[in-house]
């Protein structure tokens, strides 16, 4: 970490940061779309860092550079090769210090004239590889840019750099740059409301007006002529009957500015499952009449990995047989065909194979239409950062980085991983056994202070937006523990039913992966985790009070789990696996027996959703 002889006397210190972050990164329906959100913060902050350093030999004191030009490097990328990749991304704010003979003067007219630019700068630059690429594509594609084009031509950057700049003692920099801006946070103005014009709002922000016309009959008119392009009928770029504003739209073409294929949500959701049955040989026609099925060209928008799910295929299925006005290729229905002919066999197959060759429990012929998003958040870290200053970024670095590996393992996708903060999605499948992993990899890497971390549990067709925000309510559940230092998961069901479990990291979600596992094994009936809260849920608040009735519960408990499952051993299950003799050694409050009662039901959904 570069110091300068300042750190023991006066120096000036600063900070920045971008804003709105919450509301920009939930700003997404597609997968697509949150990594866009998240690669632009991340450019966007490379470029704000490389200037300070270079054009003002600025210390950097956060994030921690753990490479020399790492920041450079990011800046001066293309925005297709900045959303290509993900291994770490840079926190949305940074602190540092400027060196010695620098005046305040200088520095806040350095920020004002080049650091507050930034943000405005990246997004024309964005927009003009967007023209290039856009302008220059297929036929079909090219048209449907031609449409939208006229309207992005003077559109605002959607973030802002904010920023405060302070003369402080060396041993108190951290501290007094981070007071002053908090109350920078509390007394900046807020945005003007935008009345806007009478036309309809965007389907994925539903903050601003979507593009087309600024009167009612010429935006229908306008959004009627999009919804007749071809690409638009085939899902490409945009939906039909989708109503992007300026920025949205703006976020959406760039997210095809890198040829590589991006995972959908769907994808993601489904990589365990497919990789299972993968591994198992039962995979390869399903796969191969996939790929058969016109327009299923992932790089143009299309989706292999929707096809596996039942749901959409007949959704699919029905609108290429009763809809052939709507621009579907007409050979479409008879592969679809094929492939929904063959996902029938590979029901058949899956339970065969699995009976025959393992004798345990088979998984779901057809993958969960449930993924989760997990996010995590360093707890008091602005006060451990004041405090461990000269090694802690180094840590948090050395975190992110180290979670690579894991989150490919767990078949996930990491969206954002900034030192203490972290976006991934995850197959529920994999999702207790990931934070669980990330959990032990902080506790490996930071000694300093405890990780909170939040899921949520949605269904893969809802928009990614209402997921995030519910991941991170998880997260501020997990907060607000005694202690903090805990795990909050959120299941939001496609009825509409929601709960959600949370306890401190340790015994009760150790109990709970060890039981999931028993489940998916066969080796637990699936309904041991309803009868267990059944059992539970129907004691009164004082049987918990007395030792003698607690040990009548666990007993009752013993009894249950034994008669729940046909291992060989079923006592070896109840003691070692589940350690039910842990069990309320001591008497719980009501809170800890709601969690558990929780945390059962959340069993009993990952293990009906994991298992057939």
């Not at 007949?314 to 592969?335: E, M, N, S, V, W």
Request: glycine share 6%.
């Amino acid at each position: 970490m570069k110091m300068s002889s300042s750190s023991s006397g006066s120096a000036i210190y600063w900070s920045v940061a971008l804003i709105p972050v919450q509301d920009w990164i939930a700003d997404a329906r597609r997968s697509r779309d949150l990594r866009v959100g998240s690669a632009f913060l991340s450019w966007t902050m490379a470029r704000i860092l490389s200037s300070l350093k270079t054009d003002m030999d600025a210390s950097v004191l956060l994030p921690h550079e753990t490479s020399t030009g790492l920041f450079a490097g990011i800046a001066n990328s293309s925005f297709a090769q900045v959303l290509e990749k993900v291994e770490y991304s840079l926190p949305n704010r940074a602190s540092g210090h400027l060196p010695d003979g620098s005046t305040v003067e200088d520095a806040k007219k350095f920020f004002h004239d080049v650091i507050s630019q930034c943000p405005g700068r990246a997004w024309a630059k964005l927009i003009d590889a967007i023209r290039v690429r856009s302008g220059s594509g297929r036929g079909a594609d090219k048209e449907t840019w031609q449409k939208v084009a006229p309207w992005l031509g003077n559109v605002p950057a959607p973030v802002q750099a904010v920023w405060c700049i302070k003369r402080v003692r060396g041993e108190d920099g951290l501290k007094g740059i981070d007071d002053l801006f908090s109350a920078l946070k509390r007394t900046r103005p807020l945005p003007p409301p935008n009345n806007g014009a009478p036309v309809g709002k965007c389907t994925q922000c539903g903050k601003r007006e979507a593009i087309g016309a600024v009167t009612w009959h010429e935006w229908r008119s306008f959004q009627d002529q999009l919804d007749e392009l071809p690409d638009v009928k085939h899902g490409y770029r945009l939906d039909a009957g989708e109503r992007l504003c300026t920025v949205c739209c703006v976020k959406r073409f760039a997210g095809y500015l890198s040829d590589t294929p991006f995972p959908s949500t769907s994808e993601i959701a489904a990589r365990h499952w497919h990789a299972l049955l993968r591994n198992r040989g039962l995979m390869d026609d399903l796969d191969r009449l996939a790929r058969e099925v016109p327009d299923s060209d992932q790089v143009q928008g299309g989706d292999t990995f929707t096809l596996y799910f039942p749901r959409t295929l007949d959704r699919k299925l029905h609108r290429a047989t009763f809809q052939p006005d709507a621009g579907i290729d007409p050979r479409q229905a008879t592969a679809l065909e094929r492939v929904k002919a063959v996902q029938s066999e590979l029901r058949a197959a899956v339970l065969k194979c699995y009976k025959t060759s393992t004798g345990g429990a088979a998984p779901k012929p057809d993958p969960s239409n449930y993924l989760a998003v997990v996010t995590f958040d360093g707890d008091n870290m602005g006060e451990k950062v004041q405090q461990h200053a000269q090694v802690l970024p180094q840590k948090l670095m050395q975190f992110a980085s180290a979670l690579g590996a894991h989150i490919i393992a767990s078949h996930a996708e990491a969206f954002y991983l900034g030192g203490d903060e972290g976006l991934i999605l995850c197959p529920i499948e994999t999702v207790l056994d990931l934070v669980e992993i990330i959990h032990k990899e902080w506790h490996g890497n930071v000694t300093e202070t405890t990780l909170s971390a939040g899921v949520a549990i949605f269904d893969r067709e809802r928009p990614l937006g209402a997921a995030i925000e519910a991941a991170r309510a998880a997260v501020e559940t997990a907060k607000r523990l005694d202690r903090k230092d805990g795990l909050a998961v959120c299941v939001q069901t496609a009825s509409g039913s929601e709960w959600m479990a949370v306890d401190h990291w340790g015994e009760s979600w150790d109990r709970l992966r060890s039981a999931l596992k028993l489940l998916c094994d066969g080796r637990i009936s699936a309904g041991w985790p309803f009868d267990v809260e059944e059992f539970l849920r129907e004691l009164p608040d004082s049987a918990w009070q007395v030792t003698a009735t607690r040990n009548a519960i666990r007993t009752e408990m013993r009894r249950l789990t034994k008669r729940s499952t046909h291992d060989e051993d079923p006592e070896r299950i109840w003691r070692d696996e589940l350690r039910g003799e842990e069990w309320f050694e001591k008497a719980p409050d009501p809170v800890t027996i709601v969690c558990l009662s929780d945390q059962l039901h959340l069993l009993a959904f990952l293990s009906r959703e994991s298992r057939a």
